[in-house]
């Protein structure tokens, strides 16, 4: 057995980790097929059968009632982390706003250009143009659960967002705090690679964010979803 890597100055953990889940959701193909279609069912599925809807249908509609709030509490140049296909990137970009998504999958990245919005395939642990300089990132529909660790996540966004600049957060609607390996699954038979993938609630989000230099600076509720704004210290 050979022996373990060191991380070096240009490897750090949390790269690492996130590459791995990235690997993993690009080669989530019911996740590219859904989109391309726009519609599901899709399931992110643990492995002891748990199942977790995903929205497919709505992250590929306008955006509604509760994703007005967001863009309405959007400040300044804004990044949507995991922002799918692009609905609220397209958004702000009507409104004349800047705005760039990010993800991982090339689907979802055709998608949100189609829609008129800019984005890059990219993880949000790679290199991204103006760093520190971010007026609000998103972390909308579960994305706080990109890598499978919330810490390193709201940390990786501190050194994206400007001084004084805001996050604003999706969480669970329940107070869960978990980091579990998931598989994207269609409940027709397809399923892609396992990856690692978290679910925190609203007092769970606030701790870690205390942690990685965030203050919370508001919270609400939309139909039944759950948000936090939180602005970098």
């Given at each position: 057995?050979?022996?373990?890597?060191?991380?070096?100055?240009?490897?750090?953990?949390?790269?690492?980790?996130?590459?791995?889940?990235?690997?993993?959701?690009?080669?989530?193909d019911p996740y590219a097929a859904a989109l391309r279609t726009g519609r599901g069912p899709l399931f992110?599925?643990?492995?002891?059968g748990w199942l977790l809807p995903l929205e497919v249908e709505r992250w590929c509609a306008a955006p509604d009632s509760a994703d007005a709030t967001v863009l309405a509490r959007c400040q300044g140049p804004v990044l949507d982390v995991g922002c799918g296909p692009g609905r609220l990137v397209a958004a702000l970009a009507a409104l004349g706003r800047p705005a760039l998504g990010v993800d991982v999958?090339?689907?979802?990245?055709?998608?949100?250009?189609?829609?008129?919005?800019?984005?890059?395939?990219?993880?949000?642990?790679?290199p991204l143009p103006g760093e520190g300089r971010w007026g609000a990132v998103l972390l909308v529909d579960g994305n706080i659960g990109i890598g499978g660790d919330p810490a390193a996540l709201l940390a990786r966004a501190a050194r994206l967002a400007a001084p004084?600049?805001?996050?604003?957060?999706?969480?669970?609607?329940?107070?869960?705090?978990?980091r579990v390996e998931v598989r994207v699954v269609d409940g027709r038979g397809a399923r892609g690679a396992a990856f690692p993938w978290a679910r925190v609630g609203t007092r769970a989000l606030l701790g870690y964010a205390a942690?990685?230099?965030?203050?919370?600076?508001?919270r609400w509720r939309a139909g039944e979803?759950?948000?936090?704004?939180?602005?970098?210290r």
């Open positions: 057995m050979s022996a373990p890597r060191t991380a070096g100055p240009a490897e750090r953990p949390d790269r690492r980790l996130a590459g791995d889940a990235a690997r993993a959701w690009r080669g989530a992110l599925r643990r492995g002891d999958s090339q689907e979802a990245v055709d998608r949100t250009l189609r829609e008129g919005g800019a984005a890059l395939c990219r993880s949000v642990f790679d004084g600049g805001t996050a604003i957060v999706e969480t669970a609607v329940t107070e869960v705090d978990e942690a990685a230099g965030w203050a919370a600076a508001d979803r759950r948000f936090v704004q939180l602005r970098r």
